[in-house]
């Protein structure tokens, strides 16, 4: 009688439990969000512009390989000196020849001839920030890729992360093209609608990057503008940046953020005109799929995004969101506040709070 009282008690106290772990997680994952939000403003404070997307390529930069030209250096790097992280920022800028060579250049990355001690101390070294991480998905255990096949450029060494920045652009909800582009094509870059665009390059050398926009970019104002968000990884993919044995580049793999990867690549990312999964547990078809690269959270119901000005909102998984469609001739939605939100300068001003 005893023991099954105490069932019954340990029955209906393990949901207030659970309750209560989750919104210490979830209250944690708001504040990574907030620590991102800070970087970025100190960032820009200290070099007066707005941390770069990507370094990008130029096509005609003489070491713009077909394998370096994919593995260009993030958003995610840039502001790690504004989060406590120059230690890890002076060690990647050093090993990747300061960004020329990008992150999967065999400066950082050729590991042959490396002792196993020395390339364990890389990956340790790596994979140090949990701030990347959100503890309702997952904690520090695990939060490094590799390759796991000799020829697959996106599978770029590196952290993980469970947030994304927004990117986007007028035309199109699909948006791969971002991180895959030739930094000096005007035309294209005011195309690009989202809070961080690639950096300009000085002298045609990625090493003398710049930052290509300021706050003033966000032209709907700072409040009323996304800036990063938790980005959709299928409870089954969290962990693998791409099957080794699919023909298939990773759109939506969990891989490194440091590294922009290949042009399908969209770990760093994700586009304002994408959407809101919300049923991050169940099993696509299709781990890899084009309509798969949407935003998402490991909370139920709702998607934490840092807002400009600092603060962070909590988004309901049912707003209007853009299309969904399996190729890149899929209609927008003119109705998408999250697209609205996500816009630098569409007029549209949207009010969540």
Not at 126 to 144: D, E, H, I, K, Q
Request: with cysteine; charged share 15%; net charge negative.
């Amino acid at each position: 009688m005893v023991i099954a009282i105490i069932g019954v008690l340990i029955a209906l106290l393990l949901p207030a439990i659970q309750a209560a772990r989750e919104a210490a997680f979830r209250m944690q994952c708001t504040n990574h969000l907030k620590q991102f939000g800070l970087a970025v403003h100190n960032f820009h404070d200290t070099q007066n512009g707005l941390p770069p997307s990507t370094i990008g390529y130029l096509g005609t930069d003489p070491y713009n390989t077909e394998a370096e030209k994919q593995g260009r250096t993030t958003f995610w790097v840039f502001i790690l000196p504004f989060m406590e992280q120059q230690t890890l920022y002076d060690f990647v800028k050093e090993k990747s020849d300061s960004f020329r060579l990008g992150l999967n250049g065999t400066n950082l990355w050729n590991f042959s001839g490396e002792s196993d001690s020395t390339r364990l101390s890389y990956q340790e070294t790596l994979s140090s920030v949990t701030t990347f991480l959100c503890p309702s998905r997952r904690n520090a255990a695990g939060n490094f890729i590799g390759r796991t096949d000799s020829g697959d450029s996106s599978q770029v060494f590196g952290p993980q992360s469970d947030y994304a920045i927004v990117v986007g652009r007028l035309d199109t909800h699909w948006s791969y093209w971002v991180q895959y582009q030739d930094v000096s094509n005007v035309d294209y870059m005011n195309a690009q609608r989202g809070p961080f665009r690639p950096a300009i390059w000085e002298n045609n050398l990625p090493q003398q990057w710049k930052c290509r926009d300021s706050m003033s970019w966000l032209n709907d104002g700072t409040s009323n503008q996304i800036m990063i968000g938790e980005k959709l990884i299928y409870f089954d993919a969290v962990g693998v940046c791409r099957d080794a044995s699919s023909a298939n580049r990773p759109y939506v793999g969990d891989c490194s953020i440091f590294a922009s990867g290949e042009w399908k690549c969209m770990s760093m990312s994700r586009s304002f005109n994408a959407g809101i999964e919300n049923n991050y547990k169940k099993t696509p078809a299709n781990f890899y799929a084009e309509n798969t690269t949407q935003w998402g959270s490991s909370h139920s119901g709702v998607c934490n995004f840092l807002v400009g000005d600092g603060s962070v909102r909590t988004i309901s998984v049912t707003i209007a969101t853009g299309a969904l469609a399996v190729s890149n001739n899929g209609t927008l939605n003119p109705n998408s506040i999250l697209a609205k939100l996500g816009n630098v300068n569409d007029g549209n001003i949207v009010t969540l709070y």
